[in-house]
């Protein structure tokens, strides 16, 4: 597709279930990336995946959020247990090359209850 | 890792001005990238100028890059209420972390 795709727009969880966010990048990027944005500042970089394998996950909180990009399949973004500080709005976006525009789709806002 | 400081903080302007934007970062960049993120929505890129120019243009938006001051400032000219949004500098290192980091940007007010 010509635009990244980020489902579902909105998530629910009560604290401590499991949510799972998806993301689809534009069709012949090579790069994801995810970010986490709350109330409106700024943007948390997590992780970042070349084609199915992790770039850098640097960003990431190791013990509750995992993060995939399969072949032919969205790449997805888990966090197990989410905690009230999980909610917050988590882009994805993608690239051709790591040095060039990121496309970014509008976001899921997650919000743990 | 590297991100850019946008300031002001916030900018409030009447329809027709024109608004500045200022970044300021800390290491050598290959290139840095200005982006724009209208409320509830992603960010849209809206140009990028590499490490070796100073100065690009695209439409009503002029970007300058000073890479001994390791600053960059965005103008937009005859500002419209459109403009509305947050701009967000991304100084690109492309060693370390490849990936685009952002600051806390601008929130700019276009009153019309």
């Known amino acids: 597709g010509e635009e990244v795709a980020q489902t579902p727009k909105h998530l629910v969880r009560g604290e401590g279930q499991k949510a799972k966010l998806y993301c689809a990048p534009i069709?012949?990027?090579?790069?994801v990336f995810w970010y986490q944005q709350v109330l409106k500042n700024e943007f948390k970089f997590l992780i970042s995946?070349?084609?199915?394998?992790?770039?850098?996950e640097t960003g990431m909180p190791k013990e509750r959020f995992s993060a995939k990009c399969l072949p032919n399949s969205p790449c997805s973004l888990e966090i197990q247990a989410t905690k009230l500080e999980d909610s917050a709005v988590y882009f994805c976006?993608?690239?051709?090359?790591?040095?060039?525009?990121?496309?970014f789709g509008q976001g899921t806002r997650l919000t743990v209850v | 890792s590297q991100q850019g400081e946008e300031d002001p903080q916030a900018l409030s302007i009447q329809e027709g001005e024109n608004a500045t934007m200022n970044c300021s970062y800390k290491?050598?960049?290959?290139?840095l990238q200005w982006y724009r993120q209208n409320s509830g929505r992603g960010l849209v890129h809206l140009i990028l100028?590499?490490?070796?120019?100073r100065e690009k243009h695209s439409g009503r938006l002029r970007v300058t890059l000073d890479t001994s001051k390791k600053s960059s400032s965005l103008l937009i000219t005859a500002s419209r209420a459109a403009d509305t949004a947050s701009y967000f500098c991304?100084?690109?290192?492309?060693?370390?972390?490849?990936?685009?980091?952002f600051g806390s940007g601008t929130r700019l007010q276009v009153q019309p």
């Open positions: 069709k012949g990027h090579s790069y």
């Open positions: 995946f070349q084609n199915e394998n992790v770039f850098d």
């Open positions: 290491t050598s960049i290959n290139n």
């Open positions: 976006a993608s690239s051709q090359f790591t040095n060039t525009e990121a496309f």
């Open positions: 991304a100084p690109f290192q492309g060693t370390g972390r490849r990936a685009l980091t």
């Open positions: 100028i590499r490490s070796n120019e």
